[in-house]
Nanobody, 125 residues
């Protein structure tokens, strides 16, 4: 099992920036090999949706709604993933959760299913 701890959420004005961080660790024993990390979000009244995923090898994928504004990055040595969010819009207000998986179906962006508390992001003037 993996424990995921997100940080960096907060209140930002429209057009502002935030940087989210997430650290993965094992709940017991040795952490599995993380081959992909990503970010998902759940907006008020909505379902959890993809923001971005970055495999260790392969192509990074972004939701069309955040392309050009958000950047995902990883520090593999720290089992960490980051999300730089620029030009935030009111629609970006959500709980952002990170994900870490060892394997996934080709072409799938489905998460692994283990979630932390998430990072609350509010966008308001």
């Amino acid at each position: 099992q993996v424990q995921l701890v997100e940080s960096g959420g907060g209140l930002v004005q429209p057009g502002g920036s935030l940087r989210l961080s997430c650290i993965a660790s094992a709940t017991s024993g040795t952490l599995f090999t993380i081959n992909r990390m990503g970010w998902y979000r759940q907006r008020p009244g909505g379902q959890r949706e993809l923001v971005a995923v970055q495999p260790t090898v392969g192509t990074t994928m972004y939701s069309d709604s955040v392309k050009g504004r958000f950047t995902i990055s990883r520090d593999n040595a720290k089992h960490a993933v980051y999300l730089q969010m620029n030009r935030l819009e009111p629609g970006g207000a959500a709980v952002y959760s990170c994900d870490a998986v060892e394997a996934w179906l080709r072409g799938s962006t489905a998460p692994g299913g283990c979630w932390g508390r998430g990072a609350q992001v509010a966008v308001s003037s």
